[in-house]
């Protein structure tokens, strides 16, 4: 059976009445299985993550960022996390049967019908991107829904699909096709932000850190810490355990021990690359939080 899984990320991540009302979208679609959500205040973002046969996850993405359109308006809008719009990422991965052509397809399919239903203009990314120079999520929302206005000017940044024309309520999306990849972030016992961002400049891929590594330095304002935020874009590659060890090692050097780490999301069990979760320090981590388990168990009740 193919199986798609989609992991949209909404600028939401405060007001639970609103985190709900998205939840019981996925909930009102019994083909598909939302399999987890989360928020976060200082983030202020919000990402689910479901997964279907193809065109039932097309329709609930559909239905789920129609009503996250309707409550959330970027002009009141803050947060330390970069987004380009009220529905910010789109992804779709596939797995069981699924092929990347398979995700490819329903994202360029979601990318259309999102801008002919409401108007969002939509960048593709990944496997799904049509320019080479947008395959890089990090690319595609660099300068954030504040210079999305400038960004639609240029004729170098105007979007896959729909008129570049800035709309300050939604903002735009990006859709795009990936294999799955684990969002970790790592928490540090301090609250020195220039900490957290030479550590994850240090780590990062495109400085010459980490293969497969994303990352920024973020303060929590909540907590009064700092955090490493990461996404790791091939966990096969690169495991969690020498982004930890790494992380570690760099904030011990300065007297900073880690205080925890945690997932956004769900991690393929491949991921530990046979390391405990203990060993991570991970925070409220069960064997819910693997995706094999879900695949797995939506694999047997779909026979």
């Known amino acids: 059976m193919k199986i798609i899984e989609c992991v949209p990320n909404f600028s939401e991540g405060c007001n639970k009445r609103k985190l709900r009302a998205i939840a019981r979208v996925f909930e009102s679609f019994p083909a598909v299985r939302l399999i987890d959500s989360s928020g976060d205040t200082d983030h202020n973002r919000s990402v689910f993550t479901f997964l279907g046969k193809p065109d039932d996850v097309l329709e609930a993405a559909l239905a789920a960022a129609g009503k996250a359109l309707q409550m959330i308006d970027m ?10 719009g009220a529905v910010d990422v789109v992804p779709f991965i596939p797995l069981a049967k699924a092929q990347m052509k398979d995700a490819v397809a329903v994202a360029h399919r979601f990318g259309q019908k999102l801008y002919e239903k409401f108007g969002v203009p939509v960048y593709y990314y990944g496997a799904a991107a049509l320019l080479p120079e947008r395959c890089e999520l990090a690319d595609v929302r660099r300068g954030g829904y504040e210079a999305l206005a400038r960004k639609m000017a240029d004729p170098a940044g105007v979007p896959d699909v729909g008129d570049p024309l800035f709309n300050e309520r939604s903002g735009a999306t990006a859709v795009g096709a990936r294999i799955p990849l684990v969002a970790y972030n790592i928490n540090l016992d301090t609250d020195d932000l220039r900490l ?12 010459g850190g980490l293969k497969n590594v994303r990352a920024i330095g973020i303060g929590l304002k909540s907590r009064g810490i700092v955090q490493v935020s990461m996404n790791l874009t091939n966990y096969k590659e690169t495991p969690l355990k020498p982004v ?28 530990f690359a046979g390391m405990k979760p203990e060993y991570f320090k991970l925070k409220d981590f069960c064997e819910e939080r693997l995706l094999d388990v879900h695949v797995k168990s939506f694999l047997a009740r779909s026979r």
């Open 244 to 271: 930890y060890d790494l992380v570690r090692k760099l904030a011990e050097d300065q007297g900073v021990e880690i205080l925890e780490s945690e997932l956004i999301g769900l991690i393929p069990k491949k991921a």
């Open 75 to 84: 002009r009141e809008h803050s947060g330390v996390h970069p987004r380009l």
């Open 196 to 207: 957290a961002q030479r550590i994850a400049a240090q780590i990062r891929e495109r400085n």
